[in-house]
C-alpha cells in the first residue's frame, strides 16, 4: 500500500512539474514515468487473471490516479 501511494504521489508531482515548466525536460519524464505505471498495471491486470483473481483483488493491485 505505501510503495503504490508513493507511486502515485510521484505520478502527481511530475504532472504538477510538467504543467509548471512546460519547456523543460519535466513533461517528458512526466510522460515516461505515467506509460511506466501504465505498463505495471496492464502487467498486473494480465497476472491476476491468470491466476484466476477476481476484480476487486486485481484493482487493489493497479496504481491509479
Known amino acids: 500500500d505505501f510503495e503504490r501511494a508513493l507511486d502515485a504521489a510521484l505520478?502527481?508531482?511530475a504532472d504538477r512539474l510538467s504543467n509548471r515548466y512546460p519547456l523543460s525536460v519535466c513533461p517528458v519524464l512526466s510522460y515516461v514515468l505515467a506509460?511506466?505505471?501504465?505498463v505495471d498495471n496492464i502487467r498486473a491486470i494480465a497476472r491476476g487473471r491468470e491466476?484466476?483473481?477476481g476484480p476487486d483483488e486485481i484493482e487493489q493491485e493497479l496504481v491509479i490516479l
Open 35 to 38: 506509460k511506466e505505471r501504465e
Open 11 to 13: 505520478l502527481e508531482y
Open 51 to 53: 491466476a484466476g483473481l
